[in-house]
């Protein structure tokens, strides 16, 4: 399982990224099998991380918190944002680790 940043019709599991889509209010966190879809499994973002600027913020659910796009709004070009601990529940019902997220603005 794989988890992605996704805004605007497009997927990010790291990489460069417009500071207008990492703080779209279309963003959230998706967790899936890849972009092959061999398998499309529901998965629900239940909790993540981000880290800007070295301080560790919070969010439920698949969406950034209002302090977070805050924090986001104001980094400056080449800025990382790494989101990580992302947790989901699976079909199954339990609930896995996905491995993080980094984004550097571009």
């Known amino acids: 399982v794989v988890a992605f940043f996704q805004a605007r019709d497009k997927e990010y599991s790291s990489g460069n ?3 207008s889509t990492l703080t779209h209010s279309s963003g959230v966190i998706t967790a899936s099998y890849g972009p092959d ?16 600027n070295g301080m560790l913020t919070e969010a439920r659910g698949n969406r950034f918190t209002r302090d977070q796009l805050d924090r986001m709004g104001k980094l ?18 339990k609930e896995v680790r996905l491995s993080p997220i980094a984004l550097s603005l571009n």
Do not use: E
């Open 17 to 19: 990224i417009a500071p």
């Open 37 to 52: 879809g061999l398998l499309d499994l529901p998965f629900q973002i239940t909790s993540f991380k981000v880290n800007i």
């Open 76 to 93: 400056k070009m080449g800025a990382m944002v790494v989101i990580n601990d992302i947790r989901a529940k699976g079909p199954d019902g």
